[in-house]
């Protein structure tokens, strides 16, 4: 609910408070593989784990579609409503999102909290938000979350105004929830805007200088990897979304200089609302010169999430940037996928037919790295070095520069 101070109460687990205890649920449809739809459910519990929450099981149910009314079918509905009754639960995590009318029969049916992927993505936003910037935008990705299903769920916003005059005659509660839920999405927007104007004039002082931007999959490395390149302090953690605001350091490799930005990750399903809030944080990946897509190629789903980033990438209207592949925990990969046995040779054979085959696939420069371990970190650094100075030419041909 919103109180009167306009913040939105959507902590799954406030700080300092116990863990929640909850089961997540996923509907496999046809085109989808069991092992997928598990890989999927893993980053599911991993945003709840994140969010505070301790995932003690899992419910699966093979559908066409999910049900209007309550998402999965009435008997598996059954079979986690008696579930709850012989064990510990406090919160029910569903893989897709939930309509108000959905959450609403759901919850009369469960008798426990309900919530969705976005609402989880949501509340971590929440949690995770620094600066002003980042607390509006999460704050109107809220609101306009909520917006839509006022109707369908039970969620009484307190009224901020009243008194005489201040509501028409008839007018409905849940109608006078929807204005006051219109007019701060307005406001919202329009105190973005004052700070956009405000990161566009920061960004305006920085045209000189060539403009490098980290972007991928959230937990892959971005943050540990501009630590790196620029040696300065970036909060790096194993959880999701642990950068949300754009850090910027400017660096200097042999009196080359270039500004080097890490941003927020992306994920599989990031909420629409959440994209737009945080366009204007995006905007330095729109105006760099250059990216840096980091990837983590211990993840047996990858490919998929170098998917996510591009189709995320296209929304945010960025596309066809010169962009170095990153492909990050290498040391992991050997551990989940050579035996210790394994001679060198023969391993060094594979590894070189896995880049060969990226190599084909994506048609791009690539390096192959570890950044826990630090290996090839200077095979990195002489190909951005190349790729920058490549830049330079390009914006100030007449300017002789030798790097």
């Not at 592949?325 to 040391?331: A, H, P, Q, T, V």
């Amino acid at each position: 609910m919103i109180n009167s101070s306009w913040n939105i109460e959507t902590r799954i687990n406030p700080a300092g408070a116990q863990s929640e205890t909850a089961i997540i649920v996923g509907v496999i449809l046809p085109i989808q593989s069991d092992e997928l739809i598990q890989e999927h459910l893993d980053e599911l519990e991993f945003l709840a784990l994140t969010a505070g929450a301790k995932v003690i099981k899992r419910f699966t149910q093979k559908l066409n579609g999910p049900d209007s009314r309550t998402y999965i079918g009435s008997g598996k509905l059954e079979e986690i409503r008696t579930y709850i009754e012989n064990n510990p639960v406090e919160l029910v995590i569903f893989d897709d999102d939930l309509s108000g009318k959905q959450q609403n029969i759901i919850e009369s049916i469960l008798k426990v909290k309900i919530v969705d992927r976005s609402f989880l993505i949501l509340d971590i936003f929440a949690s995770r938000a620094q600066t002003a910037q980042a607390k509006t935008q999460v704050e109107l990705a809220q609101l306009q979350y909520i917006y839509p299903r006022l109707r369908g769920m039970w969620s009484h916003l307190e009224r901020q105004r009243g008194g005489i005059g201040m509501r028409g005659p008839g007018e409905q509660e849940i109608e006078t929830d929807r204005r006051i839920v219109k007019e701060k999405i307005s406001l919202l927007k329009k105190k973005l805007e004052k700070i956009d104007l405000q990161s566009y004039t920061q960004r305006k002082n920085r045209d000189e200088m060539i403009r490098v931007s980290l972007v991928g999959y959230t937990n892959v490395g971005k943050s540990t990897i501009m630590n790196l390149i620029s040696k300065s302090e970036v909060f790096a953690e194993n959880k999701l979304f642990a950068t949300l605001d754009t850090t910027v350091r400017k660096v200097v490799w042999e009196a080359m200089p270039f500004l080097l930005s890490d941003t927020v990750g992306f994920i599989r399903k990031l909420p629409h609302h959440l994209i737009e809030s945080f366009k204007s944080t995006l905007d330095d990946v729109r105006e760099s010169d250059l990216l840096i897509h980091v990837i983590d190629i211990s993840h047996p789903q990858f490919e998929e999430q170098i998917k996510t980033v591009n189709e995320t990438l296209l929304s945010i209207g960025v596309s066809n940037k010169p962009t170095l592949m990153l492909f990050n925990k290498m040391d992991e990969y050997r551990k989940k996928n050579f035996d210790d046995l394994l001679e060198v040779a023969t391993r060094n054979e594979l590894e070189q037919e896995l880049k060969n085959k990226l190599q084909v696939k994506y048609e791009c420069t690539m390096e192959f790295i570890s950044a826990k371990t630090h290996e090839n970190i200077e095979l990195l650094r002489l190909g951005m070095k190349e790729m920058i100075s490549r830049q330079y030419l390009i914006r100030y041909p007449y300017r002789a520069k030798n790097w």
